[in-house]
């Protein structure tokens, strides 16, 4: 056995025999609570013979049970004598009496405690040898009973004795196995019912293991390895005692013995030794053995005896917590690599070598990755090898054929199969690619696409899969599609199902590089061979496959590069509609989707009608019969064709008819199929939505799928789910349920009305969750029932109570809410709440928004005060701050609170302007002082009367602002100085000056940025105020400068005010507005005609008659005035 091979084994492939199948399922729990079973009449009588019988009936009928044992029980256990029992085992050695072990067994399950004792008394008495050897198999039986039985501690204790004096008399060395195994089992027992060690045993293992005598050896090395990691564990007597050294010197010398039977009981005996100096953190002793052991193992020598030393090896790795063998894999790799590679070794040696390779390396997986990145071609090459021949131990199992069994997907795939798998994801997603790719792809091409035995072929096509995922990345690694592309077109021309099952996985993930793909016309030449597959292959495995492969062409490379197969597509994949495997069906489905989505008029010129006849047949012939996701998946289909392809309305029959199979479907599913749920939720949405649909009819009947589907199993929360995948289904069915229920509020408010009650409790539940996707479905849902609670029949009190409890619920959640994103969004959504049902706020309710409001501004001054003390606000240092959606969605709230409530606000103003007076402070960053200027601009106008006390600060922050060109500050600083001069008063007028100089600064900055045009329009709006409101300190130049940017067509607010002004400057003849000897008349009539010519007519309607009435006056007169500004240019110009 001492020679290699690197061929590929033609052997069929090893794998462990398969589990014991599974006990049958037993009925569900009747729910006790279920108001329809009423209780039992109870008759006390019947009720204990009935118990009687479900003993009887579930007793093993292995066993004798009852009066029938307790007469063997007093006859062989009841007395102190032991030669009776003694005699009974005796016979039994001679005759083999199945009765008499049949008695035994039932002693070790009804009579453990008693049983137990005196067999270890007969044993201590040291019968004979055949005697001694049956007592230790029947303790071999009864003591793992004991580890869930009623064995007392008494009984334990009073074994010890019997049980290690019989161990030490022992000399029969083929008795030793077995009697050092019930030892094993026993002191294990005893440990984990004392959690004390068993000094005595441990010192005698110790005496054997570096005593003279062979046979004690042998005794002490199969102790040591028998025991548990628990029943070793006692430093004093290891450590501190100097024991472990002890043995650790004599098992070394024994590994290295000319006695083979020592030399192996000692390989077995260390690897126990190396778990106990793990626990005891002695390092040394494994970082010396384990070299040792792998050197032994690298020797080879007879298979058995190399399986076994790999099995325990294996046996290590399943216990080591990664401790033993760090530092230490590359040694482990290559001495089981090389185990693989020996000549004509068997299949299950090669199972049990890659076995510990994955077990070490997934316990150690930065130095596993670091091995397989720094592997040479020729490393890459010998664990390609091993790795396909592992992939390759697959079996043609009937079931992997039949596509609707869910045990399909791993029929035929042995276990060797998945440690292929381990080994080839492993280069794939560590190993260096320049490396591994070209070498891998070469011995693929080379070696096994073309191997004469399937399963070589089908696993070089699934390592080509896996290569083509993960590796054709990046420029250089593009180098290999067209090798990768050229394999996958041979490979479909292979004629065994496997291999092109195998094929399909490598065409969708090359499809994700369109480029490339269409550059050579790969799509073309793919879809030439899957066209045919999908309509001839007998394999619906294939068809399936090649079905999702033309899919993710399709999906990827656009319609317009497929065109030429299109119709022959959607004709083929309309045939699988009526194939009677449903997964067929499902994938044809999902590709005729994508063709809808892809080419819709083609689509509804052509397929619509064939369309919808197949699904309807699927869905409502009752003959056909379909999975409850496949008549989902039908439905939600029918549903978006109408909405999105076809006429977008349902008959009112056809609505009725699909709404109700969408509620007998759902009331089909078990309490844990959330995929079919999460499509009838998808579907119910979509007809939901349907303007032509009236849902008013349907809410009653939908609203307790909703309800229920949002509460799949009330005894679990979704945080509670394990499974990923189902943890996923249940949140996207629970969001899906939510947006419905929250569109219905909408839709249908009479009618959705009286389930307020019932829908705000679930989202109010699911506001606690951790899914941020789930409290973000509620949080958008609760103001929503607002709408609905507004026309409802419900008294204003009730309504009130319901608001204030919702609001409530915002409130508070916003409080715990750490997401900022949530976070800016329940501020909005509050200020939605506010919108809409501000009659039913009170004045306590006004003050909790207040309060939010408040602690809102406290909580942003609050991090920019921390952040101000951890980094300082020097220029050029980092400052975190809240994001700019917070601030604004603080801002807004601000405003709509103000806007909506206006004087029943004004109790709390006052604090208002005391918190937001902090951020107009020049340390302040610019986001800051801009939340800050924004505060002032909406408080100022409805309360002007708080002015006065605050005018400075407001005043000069907003000059601040503009002279530096803070970007975020800028147009609030420009509507602020126009806010100061409205409403200053005499205030303000010695900054009138600073505000025009300001204000002129910001207009004379012309750049073609919509944003800089509706800050010039506020500039323009401002100026016009101060002018307005401090004409003294305006010269006509400054009006001037204002009539040149009229008119105003970005802020139609601010457009309207100038509009409005310019029409009373005109109506009072303002000298400085039309100039001296109305030299500006032209360019005001200008103006004034481009004001009327817009659409919009931005102003007032008083505004907009004078302005016309001023045009009627000085009709003709621009043009006159045009013709002689032309002539004199042209007297000038000659």
Not at 405 to 411: F, L
Request: with cysteine; net charge negative; hydrophobic share 40%.
């Amino acid at each position: 056995m001492a020679s290699t091979s690197s061929s590929a084994s033609t052997k069929r492939p090893y794998s462990p025999p398969p589990p014991p199948p599974e006990p049958p399922q037993q009925p569900p729990l009747r729910n006790p609570f279920d108001p329809d079973i009423n209780p039992p009449l109870r008759n006390h009588l019947e009720e204990i013979m009935n118990k009687r019988r479900r003993i009887e009936h579930n007793q093993d009928k292995s066993l004798i049970h009852g009066l029938q044992l307790q007469e063997h029980a007093t006859r062989l256990l009841g007395s102190n004598d032991l030669a009776s029992l003694q005699q009974a085992i005796e016979e039994y050695t001679q005759t083999n009496n199945e009765s008499l072990m049949k008695i035994f067994k039932s002693f070790a399950h009804h009579y453990i405690n008693g049983f137990s004792l005196k067999l270890a008394k007969i044993l201590e008495l040291h019968p004979p040898l055949q005697t001694r050897t049956e007592i230790v198999s029947l303790l071999l039986q009864t003591l793992p009973r004991g580890i869930n039985s009623s064995m007392s501690l008494s009984i334990l204790l009073n074994l010890k004795n019997p049980l290690l004096n019989s161990l030490k008399v022992e000399s029969e060395e083929i008795l030793f196995p077995s009697l050092c195994e019930m030892m094993g089992l026993f002191a294990d027992r005893l440990y984990r019912f004392t959690y004390s060690s068993w000094v005595e045993l441990l010192q005698y293992v110790c005496d054997c293991i570096s005593g003279d005598v062979r046979s004690n050896k042998k005794k002490g090395l199969l102790l040591l390895t028998e025991f548990s990691a628990l029943v070793v564990q006692n430093r004093e007597f290891w450590l501190n005692q100097g024991n472990l050294d002890l043995v650790f010197s004599n098992i070394s010398n024994l590994i290295n013995s000319m006695d083979q039977e020592l030399k192996a009981l000692a390989f077995t005996a260390s690897l126990s030794l190396m778990l106990l100096s793990k626990d005891l953190q002695r390092t040394d002793v494994y970082d010396i053995l384990l070299p040792i052991l792998l050197n032994i193992i690298n020797q080879h020598g007879e298979e058995e005896i190399l399986g076994n030393r790999i099995k325990r090896l294996w046996d290590l790795a399943k216990l080591d917590d990664g401790n033993i063998f760090k530092g230490k894999l590359g040694e482990v790799f290559w001495c089981m690599i090389r185990v693989t590679e020996v000549e004509d070794v068997s299949e299950e040696l090669k199972f049990y070598a890659v076995c510990v390779i994955k077990d070490v390396g997934s316990a150690n997986l930065k130095e596993m990755g670091s091995l397989i990145k720094n592997l040479s071609h020729e490393e890459v090459r010998r664990v390609v090898t091993v790795a396909v021949n592992m992939l390759s131990c697959v079996i043609d199992d009937p079931l992997w054929y039949d596509v609707d069994d869910k045990n399909c997907i791993t029929a035929g795939m042995l276990d060797a199969f998945y440690l292929g798998v381990f080994l080839f994801k492993s280069l794939t997603t560590d190993g260096h690619e320049d490396v591994f790719v070209p070498t891998a792809i070469e011995m693929m091409t080379m070696q096994y696409v073309s191997h004469v035995y399937w399963w070589f072929r089908c696993a070089a096509m699934l390592a080509i899969s896996w290569i083509a995922e993960s590796n054709i990345k990046g420029k250089d690694m593009m180098l290999y599609f067209n090798q990768v592309a050229m394999l996958a077109l041979k490979s479909l021309d292979d004629l065994d199902p496997r291999v092109l099952w195998a094929t399909m996985p490598t065409i969708s993930v090359l499809s994700e590089h369109k480029e490339l793909l269409i550059q050579d016309q790969y799509h073309k030449k793919f879809l030439e061979k899957l066209v045919p597959i999908i309509r001839c292959n007998s394999c619906a495995r294939v068809q399936s496959n090649a079905v999702i492969a033309i899919h993710s062409l399709v999906k990827n490379c656009g319609l317009d590069k497929i065109s030429p197969f299109g119709e022959h597509i959607v004709a083929s994949v309309l045939v699988l509609l009526k194939h009677e495997k449903q997964k067929l069906q499902t994938e044809a489905i999902d590709t005729l989707k994508t063709f809808a989505v892809l080419m819709p008029g083609n689509f509804r010129q052509n397929y619509y009608d064939t369309t919808m006849e197949a699904l309807k047949v699927l869905v409502f012939d009752k003959s056909s019969l379909p999975k409850l996701v496949l008549c989902a998946k039908c439905l939600e289909f029918m549903i978006y064709l109408v909405r999105e392809i076809g006429p977008d309305n349902f008959e009112e029959q056809e609505a009725v008819q699909v709404m109700e199979s969408l509620i007998s479907l759902e009331g089909k599913l078990s309490n844990t199929d959330y995929l079919t749920k999460c499509i009838i939720l998808k579907a119910l949405d979509h007809i939901c939505q349907c303007p032509r649909v009236s849902i008013n009819n349907f809410i009653a009947k939908i609203m307790p799928m909703l309800l229920g589907t949002s509460e799949p199993r009330r005894d679990l929360t979704v945080d509670e789910i394990k499974d990923d995948v189902q943890k996923n289904l249940v949140e996207t069915m629970i969001v899906q349920a939510c947006n419905t229920l929250s569109y219905c509020a909408v839709r249908s408010s009479i009618n959705f009305s009286p389930h307020i009650g019932e829908v705000a409790t679930m989202f109010m539940r699911l506001l606690g969750c951790s899914n941020s996707q789930l409290r973000k479905a509620s949080i958008l849902g609760l103001p929503n029932l607002v709408i609905s609670l507004k026309v409802c029949d419900k008294t204003n009190d009730a309504k009130r109570g319901i608001t204030f409890w919702i609001v409530r619920a915002l409130i508070e959640i916003s409080k715990k809410e750490k997401d900022s994103v949530l976070f800016t969004t329940l501020l909005r959504l509050l200020a939605r709440c506010i919108q809409i049902c501000s009659s039913f706020f009170n004045d306590q309710m006004i003050k909790v928004i207040a309060n939010v409001i408040k602690a809102s501004i406290q909580k942003i001054s609050q991090i920019q005060v921390r952040k101000t003390q951890e980094l300082g606000t020097l220029e050029g240092r980092p400052v975190i701050l809240p994001t700019e959606d917070t601030l604004q969605g603080v801002a807004h709230l601000i405003e709509t609170t103000l806007d909506t409530f206006k004087d029943r606000f004004v109790q709390h103003v006052d604090d208002l302007m005391t918190n937001a007076v902090v951020f107009l402070a020049h340390e302040n960053p610019d986001r800051l002082i801009a939340f800050g200027i924004s505060i002032f601009n909406v408080i100022i106008p409805l309360f002007p009367d708080k002015l006065p006390l605050y005018l400075d600060r407001y005043f000069l922050a907003s000059c601040f602002a503009l002279r530096r060109n803070y970007p975020s500050s800028k147009l609030h600083a420009t509507r602020a100085i126009g806010i100061c001069a409205m409403f200053g008063g005499d205030q303000f007028k010695a900054s009138a000056t600073e505000g025009i100089i300001r204000l002129r600064n910001v207009m004379s900055k012309k750049l073609p940025v919509r944003d800089v045009t509706t800050l010039c329009d506020t500039a323009v709006a401002a100026l016009g105020k101060i002018y307005e409101f401090h004409r003294d300190n305006v010269g006509p130049k400054a009006v001037q400068k204002w009539l040149s940017f009229l008119p105003l067509k970005q802020d139609f607010d601010e457009a309207r005010y100038a509009h409005g002004l310019l029409a009373k400057l005109i109506q009072r003849s303002d000298e400085h507005l039309f100039g001296t000897d109305n030299e500006n008349l032209p360019e005001i009539i200008s103006v004034v005609k481009e004001i009327l010519s817009e659409p919009n007519r931005l102003g007032s309607e008083e505004a907009i008659n004078q302005m016309s009435d001023f045009i009627d006056q000085h009709d003709g007169m621009e043009s006159g005035t045009e013709e002689a500004s032309s002539t004199e240019g042209s007297e000038e110009s000659d």
